[in-house]
């Protein structure tokens, strides 16, 4: 995993299971119009196999070569990326350089937060005309925002992990469609073949994205790995905490 020098390579991480991933599920298999969630998203924390994953990401981490270790930390402000990102370099027994930056939060959903697909459709209608008009990648539901704003933010903040750690191994803890859109953004994507790498399910809690510039070209080695986690028994959730309707 090491990278070369003058690259920079990124360990893309997303959270581990959420006590909102949980909320999600449950809505959805209930076929509810709301989550019942008592945090605001952005201080949801992990549930108690989400803090497994963790510590089975840190055992992975750990069991690296010191040289092909991750260099700095820079991770979502919400409290399940955190909580992933110390709960894993505590397990793994090494620490680095850490930034939290706030244009690694997950997407925000307005006015439809905590509504599940048939909630928005019974309750607001007239966005789900709007959404199914515009399409996945442009709708901005009111408050919100759209998959396009995200990879407007993540522009801005992959141009700094670039310049500031250059030569570096850079570990992301962050969300779901954060890390398919860190792909559409250095891999100059489409918007077509970014929703493919999602077709079939969202990336996956506590998966590893790896990354690597050299030169002028991004390439990805591995993609939503859930390898670290066969040991632990029940299935990897794939709902994101409050945008189940993804």
């Not at 050299?214 to 080695?221: L, Q």
């Amino acid at each position: 995993m090491s990278a070369e020098r003058g690259a920079v390579e990124l360990v893309l991480v997303r959270h581990g299971e959420s006590v909102g991933n949980l909320a999600a599920a449950a809505a959805a298999q209930a076929g509810a119009d709301r989550l019942e969630l008592d945090t605001r998203d952005a201080d949801t924390p992990l549930s108690a196999r989400g803090l497994e994953q963790a510590r089975a990401l840190g055992e992975w981490l750990g069991a690296l070569p010191p040289d092909e270790r991750p260099d700095v930390l820079w991770c979502s402000p919400y409290d399940r990326a955190r909580q992933t990102a110390e709960t894993a370099l505590a397990t793994a027994g090494f620490d680095v350089p850490r930034r939290i930056d706030e244009r690694l939060r997950d997407r925000e959903l307005g006015i439809t937060d905590r509504l599940t697909t048939s909630g928005i459709a019974r309750l607001l209608p007239e966005e789900a005309a709007r959404r199914a008009l515009l399409g996945k990648f442009y709708y901005r539901p009111p408050g919100g925002e759209s998959w396009a704003d995200v990879a407007l933010r993540l522009r801005s903040v992959l141009a700094d992990v670039d310049r500031r750690e250059d030569g570096r191994c850079v570990l992301v803890v962050t969300h779901d469609a954060v890390i398919a859109l860190v792909r559409y953004v250095l891999e100059d994507l489409t918007e077509t073949q970014l929703f493919d790498l999602v077709r079939e399910r969202s990336v996956r809690n506590a998966s590893v994205t790896i990354l690597t510039r050299g030169g002028d070209a991004w390439t990805t080695s591995r993609f939503d790995d859930v390898a670290h986690l066969a040991a632990l028994d029940a299935p990897v959730t794939e709902h994101e905490g409050t945008d189940p309707h993804e």
